[in-house]
């Protein structure tokens, strides 16, 4: 699955959020770089407003991050693809029921 603008890729421009220019930059880019930040518009899925107005935990623990990159590095970490499945369509289910109401 490729994520962005086609265009962004095809004119080696830079998202509009990092549209500034540098010194020595062509004229061309300077150009491109203008035209990104005026045309660019971007609108949320219901699917995605709902997931981001659900709330989304950024805790981080940087114990389990390092306990995993140990059994990672010792040949130790194990994939239970069966739970992961699982999690995966549970959480399909739940997102499409959301978006069902």
């Known amino acids: 699955m490729k994520i962005g603008n086609p265009a962004e890729k095809a004119t080696g421009v830079a998202p509009a959020s990092n549209t ?37 935990s950024s805790d981080f623990d940087a114990e389990k991050v390092a306990r995993i990159t140990q059994a990672i590095t010792d040949g130790k970490f194990e994939i239970n693809a069966d739970k992961i499945a699982d999690r995966l369509i549970a959480n399909a289910q739940e997102v499409l029921s959301k978006s069902q109401h």
């Open 20 to 56: 500034r220019t540098q010194p020595g930059e062509s004229a061309k880019a300077q150009e491109a770089a203008a035209v990104v930040k005026e045309e660019t518009k971007v609108e949320l899925s219901k699917t995605a407003a709902s997931l981001l107005s659900t709330g989304t």
